[in-house]
Nanobody, 121 residues
Framework: VQLQASGGGLVQAGGSLRLSCATSGSTFSINALGWYRQAPGKQREFVAA???????NYADSVKGRFTISRDNAKITVYLQMNSLKPEDTAVYYC????????????????WGQGTQVTVSS
């Protein structure tokens, strides 16, 4: 199973983007999924996660601005990003089939290829 992330781009500060993550080449449903991001020169960091039961958790830096959700078939997971800031600039990665808990998300070995988000000031 491969994960395909898409939806990145260039946007001005205050703008919005919606990222998508789906299984590639199949309709295999995703149970838990997390979004991570990595800015140049920094470590990859957790952004948001959703459980198989649609519980969600977020990094403090994106709470109130980002929303993670999924389609009814649980094939595609979305990350709606509003009120974007220049510090949100990073490559965003999705990780599927990890271990979700209310305190965080433990990633699996299934990573999408990353999609670039650039927020200009």
């Amino acid at each position: 199973v491969q994960l395909q992330a898409s939806g990145g781009g260039l946007v001005q500060a205050g703008g919005s983007l919606r990222l998508s993550c789906a299984t590639s080449g199949s309709t295999f449903s995703i149970n838990a999924l997390g979004w991570y991001r990595q800015a140049p020169g920094k470590q990859r960091e957790f952004v948001a996660a959703i459980s198989s039961g649609d519980s969600t958790n977020y990094a403090d830096s994106v709470k109130g601005r980002f929303t993670i959700s999924r389609d009814n078939a649980k094939i595609t997971v979305y990350l709606q990003m509003n009120s974007l800031k220049p510090e949100d600039t990073a490559v965003y990665y999705c990780n599927g089939f990890g271990l979700y808990s209310d305190s965080g998300y433990l990633p699996s070995g299934y990573w999408g290829q990353g999609t670039q988000v650039t927020v200009s000031s």
